[in-house]
């Protein structure tokens, strides 16, 4: 336990569970503002999403069609272009509060438009993220695919259009997690290298946690930021069926020493697809890049990384963006995990008792929202006034229905298609419209078995054919959800 709070160490205002870029983003703003905040959390996380992340602090780049589609998917568009404009002030106090590498490792990102992707996807999205860029007034530029600075794709596998996005920059996550820390302790908070095991309470009022070792720690207010393990917290609450359940998105990334020793200036990313976040290529320092692009449901955090998933990611980002990482130096392999509710929104808000603060579910933006949801949830702590509605996102609800059941059958036969082209399928030239003839009807006829009503989101309906495990939960989720309507 590291110096703050109270002498003993059992009683504070406020403890945050979970040690993340979102909960010491967090505490750093209550112990700034007088508050006795203690983290929790293990100093190597394992199993978060925050350490393995590529860390693009961006939103346009991350524009779907089908973010687009439903009012739920634009207000959390809304959050990240609030959070965009709060990172310049946030990362130039940080920097004059605490000493330490530098954070900031890209000047913007370049979205290319490559021939691996389909028009039903990589086309789309790569149109909508420039159709929203022109709406919110964000400058970018074109760029022609000759002049792109470090890219040097496989030809089948060039790149077509791309533009430039001069406002969305990228952050060394580790870099970021320790100067986060330093400012939490300088303003007189607690770290605490423990998990909370569950979460204490008296009749509809939390009191405090206990810790993995036994001890009881004291607080005014719980807030659970611990990511996809917040659901082992949820479950030892009265409230906790009455909240969608969280699953992982588990992400394998990678650092690479390049050969020749360059780095990209920018980000370089793909439009997103195949359920996951867009390949993308970020700079670190002293000639590294980091590699990202895999997102697996799984009922479990995984600390470890898949084969399959590891040889994905470095087979695209070799013929995709630069042929000579292939004669790179892999340094570190990484995993992570995303939290993702069973409707794929987020949880933010009251935990429906006193005293209970959710802040999770926040699937790849998390790192990208924690300057704006620390602001939020420490003004919503303290009784002040708030700038931001998070209502549409309030932890105690019914499934967020995004897209028609027909909808979201239409998405999972897309984007398995997009993994077929993207992994380089080789099959006669009519055959993905018979391929695409069966998905579709069996696709449909698999979410009606999974629920009548119900409908989960695409990436949990594609992953729930290989995991009964996840069919279960969903069943059971959705039959609480009618028991409480």
């Known amino acids: 336990m590291n110096a703050g709070g109270n002498a003993d160490g059992t009683g504070f205002d406020v403890v945050v569970v979970g040690n993340g870029v979102l909960g010491l983003s967090l505490a750093r703003v209550l112990a700034r503002r007088g508050q006795r905040v203690a983290v929790l959390g293990r100093p190597h996380r394992p ?50 509060e605490t000493d330490g590498t530098a954070v900031k490792t890209a000047e913007g990102t370049t979205v290319i438009l490559n021939t691996i992707g389909t028009a039903e996807i990589d086309d789309t999205n ?32 060039r790149p077509l259009k791309a533009f430039h996005i001069p406002g969305e920059h990228a952050v060394n996550s ?45 607080a005014d207010h719980v807030m659970l930021a611990a990511g996809a393990r917040t659901q082992e917290l949820l479950d030892t609450l009265p409230v906790g069926p009455r909240i969608p359940r969280l699953v992982s998105g588990y992400g394998v990334s990678t650092l690479v020493r390049t050969v020749d020793a360059t780095t990209p200036d920018s980000v370089i990313r793909t439009p997103n697809r195949s359920f996951a976040c867009g390949l993308h290529v970020v700079p670190r320092s002293e000639g590294h ?41 892999v340094t570190k392999v990484q995993a992570g995990n995303r939290p993702v509710s069973m409707d794929a929104f987020p949880l933010l808000g009251e935990g429906g008792m006193d005293g209970l603060w959710i802040m999770t579910g926040t699937y790849r933006d998390g790192l990208h929202l924690s300057p704006l949801l620390a602001q939020e949830f420490a003004a919503r702590i303290l009784g002040e006034q708030t700038r931001t509605d998070l209502e549409p996102f309030t932890p105690l609800r019914q499934p967020i229905q995004a897209w028609t059941r027909e909808e979201s059958v239409g998405i999972v036969v897309d984007h398995q298609i997009g993994i077929g082209y993207e992994q380089d399928w080789t099959i006669p030239v009519d055959w993905h419209h018979w391929i695409e003839m069966d998905l579709r009807p069996a696709t449909l006829n698999w979410a009606n078995e999974i629920d009548p009503e119900f409908t989960p989101p695409p990436e949990l309906l594609f992953a729930s054919r290989f995991d009964p495990e996840l069919v279960s939960i969903l069943r059971k989720y959705y039959a609480t959800c009618r028991e409480h309507s």
């Open 47 to 96: 199993w978060a999403g925050s350490t393995a992340a590529g860390a693009m602090l961006g939103c346009f780049g991350e524009v779907t069609t089908s973010l687009l589609a439903s009012e739920h998917g634009r207000a959390k568009l809304e959050l990240g272009i609030q959070a965009g404009r709060m990172w310049p002030q946030w990362l130039a106090e940080l920097e004059e």
């Open 174 to 218: 580790a870099a970021l997690l320790e100067r986060l820390e330093s400012a939490v302790v300088q303003a007189g908070g607690t770290l605490i290298a423990e998990p909370a095991a569950r979460v204490v309470h008296q009749g509809d009022r939390v009191t405090g946690v206990v810790l993995a070792s036994g001890e009881k720690i004291g």
């Open 126 to 157: 790569y149109q909508a993220i420039r159709a929203e860029l022109t709406r919110h007034s964000e400058p970018f530029e074109d760029i022609e695919p000759a002049d792109l600075d470090w890219v040097d794709a496989d030809p089948i596998s």
């Open 289 to 329: 890049v980091y590699l990202g692009a895999t997102n697996v449901i799984s009922v479990e955090p995984r600390d470890t990384a898949e084969m399959r998933d590891l040889v994905f990611l470095l087979q695209c980002a070799h013929r995709q963006v630069r042929r000579n990482l292939w004669n790179s130096d």
